[in-house]
Every structure is written in structure tokens, then in C-alpha cells.
Nanobody
Framework: QVQFVESGGGLVQAGGSLRLSCTASGSTASIKAMAWYRQAPGKQRELVAGISNGGYTNYADSVKGRFTISRDNAKNTVYLQMNSLKPEDTAVYYC?????????WGKGTLVTVSS
């Protein structure tokens, strides 16, 4: 079993930046690729960005060029640097493995972008 704890969310104006962190604990050796997901009100959860154990990254088209995912394997932590935030980025952000494992969802961290 793995537990993910997300942090770093908050309220920010459009154009601003936030840095999210997610620390994993438990059977972390079983986790290879990691990802950030988000769920906006009334919408399905979607993949935002992923990173392999070797550092290969990929992004949703909606965040390319604005968000950067990174990881510190020694700290079992993955980060999401979010720049040029838009109101449509408002959502609860979660981390999980990729592909995700349903039992591993944490509480997420809320990001609210005001216009």
C-alpha cells in the first residue's frame, strides 16, 4: 500500500504561480511512473502531467509550456510547478502512480485561480 499526501495549493490570481508537492510513503518501491491529476467541479478527473522513473515527462495539451513536473526519488516526492495560471486551472490536484491505482488516491490539494 502507498499513501500520497499533496500540498501547496491555494488561491492565486490569474497569471500567478504555485508549486505543488506530493510525498509518497509506504511501499514506494512499487511505484515507477508518477503523475499529477486534477478534477474540476462537475468534471471528470484528468491527467495533467506524468514523469517516469527516469525523468521522461509528458503533459496535457492544456498545460504544455506552463506546468513543469519533476521528482526527487530520494525524497519520494513529485512536484508540479504551475506558471501563468488560468481560471480554468481551478481544480483539486492529486498525485498517483501512472497508470493510477484507485486505492492510492489522497485528499488532494485545492487550487483556485481567480480572474
Amino acid at each position: 500500500q502507498v499513501q500520497f499526501v499533496e500540498s501547496g495549493g491555494g488561491l492565486v490570481q490569474a497569471g500567478g504561480s504555485l508549486r505543488l508537492s506530493c510525498t509518497a510513503s509506504g511501499s514506494t518501491a512499487s511505484i515507477k511512473a508518477m503523475a499529477w491529476y486534477r478534477q474540476a467541479p462537475g468534471k471528470q478527473r484528468e491527467l495533467v502531467a506524468g514523469i517516469s522513473n527516469g525523468g521522461y515527462t509528458n503533459y496535457a495539451d492544456s498545460v504544455k509550456g506552463r506546468f513543469t513536473i519533476s521528482r526527487d526519488n530520494a525524497k519520494n516526492t513529485v512536484y508540479l510547478q504551475m506558471n501563468s495560471l488560468k481560471p480554468e486551472d481551478t481544480a483539486v490536484y492529486y498525485c498517483n502512480s501512472r497508470p493510477y491505482i484507485s486505492n492510492y488516491w489522497g485528499k488532494g490539494t485545492l487550487v483556485t485561480v481567480s480572474s
